[in-house]
């Protein structure tokens, strides 16, 4: 099988196509043929080392977390799935080490859940880490209910455009902040747009006299550092940045697998409530100017790959 591996840190450049042997595993795990792979900021993070010291990385790697595909087989004592099925999933195991980025993976069945029958694949493959973590982030972190004003710093990235539709389903009133590029897609996914700058605290003051209840950064780059100024009083703020100390109390958010989270996700998606923005899709083989495209920062919604040879 055909797969995208790196035997170095570093950037796009140390990416690389190899013939490898379907893989072996355990028993109770399920062989899913991959019809697109999700691109996630983690990736480039992980692939760079910047995060060495927290996850060991067993040379040479395969990159990604995201898939939508077909179950293929099933492990001797493997259950939940039959071959046939078409499923979305976030694998990561305890390592750096087996990924998406590949024609075919085994995964934990716990792993994977139906894919959305209103999704392409590759609008599929860009749901489940950016999905789960702006749904987590929404319901979990910032508890937003009906009445609520959010504000999503980013909305149009892939987290960010994610979390304004969730917060929709919410009831919330949503501002979403982006580029002057960006402020027509941020509409169209139901938020009132605001550009990045000086004038960001006028704009919101503007439409919310009264402030915002919620902020969620998904962008960084001091996003958070607004928010006394345009915060109602007892304002949540959270950050999947990890941006903390620009406000202080931001809660800090951290995607885990959870399955009835997987599930209410892909509920909201089959009720038409969320969609998926593909940006672009690229063959497999092109994983290096996927990761480019990612990284230069301007992406709407999601960057996926797609296994063109198993169509």
Do not use: C
């Not at 995201?66 to 390592?95: C, H, M, N, Q, W």
């Not at 009445?147 to 389903?169: K, N």
């Not at 902040?177 to 700058?197: C, D, K, M, N």
């Not at 951290?254 to 089959?270: A, R, S």
């Amino acid at each position: 099988m055909k797969a995208v591996q790196y035997r170095t840190f570093g950037g796009p450049e140390v990416l690389e196509i190899v013939d490898l042997p379907e893989p072996k595993t355990f028993a109770d795990f399920v062989l899913v043929r991959i019809e697109a792979a999700g691109l996630n900021p983690a990736d480039l993070a992980y692939q760079s080392g910047a995060v060495d010291f927290l996850v060991d990385s067993l040379f040479p790697v395969t990159p990604g977390w995201d898939l939508a595909g077909v179950v293929e087989r099933l492990g001797a004592s493997a259950t939940g799935f039959r071959p046939g099925d078409e499923v979305i999933g976030y694998v990561r195991g305890k390592a750096m080490h087996y990924g998406t980025y590949a024609e075919k993976i085994w995964a934990e069945p716990h792993q994977l859940i139906r894919k959305p029958k209103n999704l392409t694949w590759a609008q599929a493959a860009g749901l489940p880490v950016a999905g789960l973590t702006a749904y987590q982030a929404i319901l979990h972190s910032l508890r937003v209910t009906e009445g609520d004003t959010v504000l999503v710093h980013g909305a149009a990235g892939g987290v960010g455009h994610l979390a304004v539709q969730i917060a929709v389903a919410q009831g919330a009133r949503v501002l979403g902040t982006g580029s002057e590029a960006s402020q027509a897609f941020i509409e169209s996914l139901g938020a009132t747009p605001v550009r990045y700058g000086d004038e960001l605290v006028d704009q919101v003051l503007k439409i919310v006299p009264d402030g915002v209840d919620a902020v969620l950064d998904t962008a960084g780059r001091g996003s958070l550092a607004t928010t006394p100024a345009l915060a109602a009083p007892g304002v949540r703020a959270a950050s999947i940045t990890q941006s903390l100390t620009d406000y202080p109390g931001t809660i800090a958010v951290y995607l885990k697998l959870d399955g009835e989270d997987l599930t209410g996700l892909v509920e909201l998606v089959e009720s038409g409530k969320v969609t998926v923005h593909v940006d672009r899709a690229f063959p497999l083989e092109e994983a290096a100017d996927a990761q480019r495209l990612l990284a230069g920062g301007h992406v709407r919604g999601k960057v996926v790959l797609e296994n063109r040879r198993n169509r």
